[in-house]
């Protein structure tokens, strides 16, 4: 282990969640668990990672925080400034355009009362930007809660799936 300065401990089961990954990589190669472990932490972080949180997963993983920044700035499902807890994204490129991914859109701004980029004062929700294509141009319009693709949308479907989360 190294000695990142550090001021939080990882949870047992962030802990756990990683060493489940090491243990798929050769002996050595525990760094390439760091995605799994910014993934854990993130999610139980209530959706976002902070320095520290990064700092205490290079020192688990024996590795330089700058190399856990660069993976966290790099991928996009991570958040490195605090968010909502869940992070929506309205699909508005050509084929969600044509059938009402605009509205969608809208529909959701107005309903959790955000602009996208911003997140809702009680911290749960997060509008995080409008995709250029998820690749499920089939189901348009479509919208990515959490990672969960939800397709064919109206706004009675938005307001659903919003009602539903917890
Ligand atoms: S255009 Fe929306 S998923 Fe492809």
């Known amino acids: 282990m190294s000695a990142n300065p550090t001021t939080v401990h ?5 802990r756990g969640e990683i060493d489940h990954w090491v243990e798929k990589f050769p002996e050595g190669r525990q760094r390439s668990a760091v995605i799994a472990a910014l993934h854990a932490a ?4 209530n959706g976002y ?3 520290d949180i990064m700092n205490a997963i290079a020192d688990y993983l024996g590795m330089p925080p700058i190399q856990v920044y660069e993976v966290a700035a790099f ?12 992070s929506i994204s309205v699909c508005t490129n050509i084929s969600c355009m044509l059938r009402g991914g605009d509205e969608i859109a809208q529909h959701v701004e107005a309903r959790l009362g955000i602009k996208t980029g911003q ?3 009680d911290g749960k929700f997060y509008m ?3 995709e250029e294509c998820l690749a499920a141009c089939c189901g348009a319009p479509m919208m ?3 990672h969960v693709y939800y397709e064919n949308l109206t706004t009675e479907k938005v ?3 919003l009602d539903g989360i917890e």
């Not at 990882?10 to 962030?14: A, D, G, I, P, T």
């Open 49 to 51: 990672l902070t320095p």
């Open 159 to 161: 307001d659903e799936i």
């Open 75 to 86: 991928y996009s499902m991570f958040e490195t400034k605090p968010v909502g807890k869940h």
């Open 42 to 45: 993130q999610h139980e972080n």
């Open 144 to 146: 990515m809660v959490d």
């Open 10 to 14: 990882l949870s047992s089961h962030v």
């Open 128 to 130: 995080k930007r409008e």
């Open 119 to 121: 997140s809702t004062v």
